[in-house]
């Protein structure tokens, strides 16, 4: 991420650890779709 002023820092701070949460539950969903899947 380019830091154009020092406030900034904070909210992208606060928007990657939304895309890791968001990539956690994606791939925790994809996980279980797996299990799903390969039962059926």
Not at 6 to 28: A, M, V, Y
Request: glycine letters at 4%.
């Amino acid at each position: 991420h380019f830091h154009s002023y020092p406030n900034c820092r904070s909210k992208d701070r606060g928007i990657q650890n939304f895309e890791l949460l968001h990539n956690g539950l994606l791939t925790l969903f994809l996980d279980n779709y797996h299990c799903i899947y390969l039962r059926s």
